[in-house]
């Protein structure tokens, strides 16, 4: 088992930035990759980020163009993800995710972010 805690959400104005962090505990051992989801209020979840535990490969979803970063820390076992010139469409709550052994993946409890003036 694997268990994610993120934080880092919260209120931000347009343009600015805001930096989450997902903190994975337990069988870290077995975690091959990291990342992020997002869920806006009406919509289905979708795919952000994620970073390879092994390399450090990143992939990212199209509409992210440059604006967000995600990086990993295999020592404290953590992945942030950097975000900057947010708009009101990133507003949702993002959801860390850890792919483990077995094909399973483990979710975080989510944070929330919202864009506003």
């Known amino acids: 088992q694997v268990q994610l805690v993120e934080s880092g959400g919260g209120l931000v104005h347009p343009g600015g930035s805001l930096r989450l962090s997902c903190a994975a505990s337990?069988?870290?051992?077995?975690?091959?990759?990291m990342g992020w989801f997002r869920q806006a209020p009406g919509k289905e979840r979708e795919f952000v980020a994620r970073?390879?535990?092994?390399?450090?490969?990143?992939y990212y979803a199209g509409f992210v163009k440059g604006q967000s970063t995600i990086s990993r820390d295999n020592v404290k076992n953590t992945v942030d993800l950097q975000m900057n010139s947010l708009r009101s469409e990133d507003t949702a709550v993002y959801y860390c995710?850890?792919?483990?052994?077995?094909?399973?993946?483990?979710w975080g409890q989510g944070t929330q972010v919202t864009v506003s003036s």
């Open positions: 995710y850890a792919n483990g052994a077995g094909a399973t993946t483990y």
């Open positions: 970073i390879s535990w092994k390399n450090g490969a990143t």
């Open positions: 337990g069988r870290t051992d077995t975690i091959a990759a």
